[in-house]
């Protein structure tokens, strides 16, 4: 297992964090989870991103005010390689998960039919009703591709359905599209679910 990690503060880190969070990335190798970390990390974004081999490790501070004060959330972004080899890691890698992002490509319909059995897993091991939110990944490339190749909202739609999925983002890593938003969602998704305080998230 390879293990990275990547820091980005955004806010005074001598100030402790009010909540953690642990998120995870989950689906197929190359749909965009790396691209989607380090956009929202570094506010950077590679063409030829590496293959996530095993597991790499991100921080990201979200400000947030609760009970009137400033302070933030700290989100522990794990990033886990949607290869073979590695799915025998998953039992380590969903274990105490407060939030997951299922992520495919838009324009890769196996991607997404692929995700089956990441949902399956979930069930598997408790984490039926994580707070969790649907993610259709490089939007930037819809209108470039035909018809053929673009993954059918209609698709989209049934798939969702089928697995009781609410809430879909589509996203762009390159256009720095609903990349931060998708994570400040998220966060509120997890707030809620475990009934914790917090007045607002800038």
Not at 146 to 170: G, N, P, W, Y
Request: charged share 30%.
């Amino acid at each position: 297992m390879t293990e990275q990690f990547n820091s980005s503060t955004k806010i005074n880190t001598d100030n402790k964090p009010i909540y953690i969070f642990k998120v995870v990335l989950i689906g197929q190798e190359r749909v965009g989870k790396t691209c989607i970390a380090k956009r929202l990390c570094f506010n950077t974004f590679e063409v030829d991103t590496k293959e996530t081999l095993g597991i790499e490790f991100y921080t990201y501070d979200l400000p947030i005010i609760v009970n009137g004060e400033d302070t933030f959330v700290r989100i522990s972004i794990w990033d886990f390689g949607g290869r073979e080899q590695f799915k025998k890691l998953f039992p380590y890698y969903i274990n105490g998960a407060n939030g997951i992002f299922m992520i495919f490509n838009l324009v890769d319909l196996q991607t997404l039919l692929r995700l089956d059995w990441w949902y399956e897993r979930l069930g598997e091991f408790n984490h039926g009703n994580t707070p969790r939110i649907f993610i259709g990944a490089k939007n930037d490339l819809v209108e470039n591709v035909d018809d053929k190749t673009r993954v059918d909202k209609l698709v989209i739609d049934r798939f969702m359905s089928r697995h009781e999925e609410v809430d879909f983002f589509r996203t762009s890593s390159k256009e720095n599209c609903n990349i931060k938003e998708i994570f400040k969602e998220l966060v509120i998704k997890i707030l809620e679910k475990n009934r914790l305080d917090y007045d607002r998230i800038d």
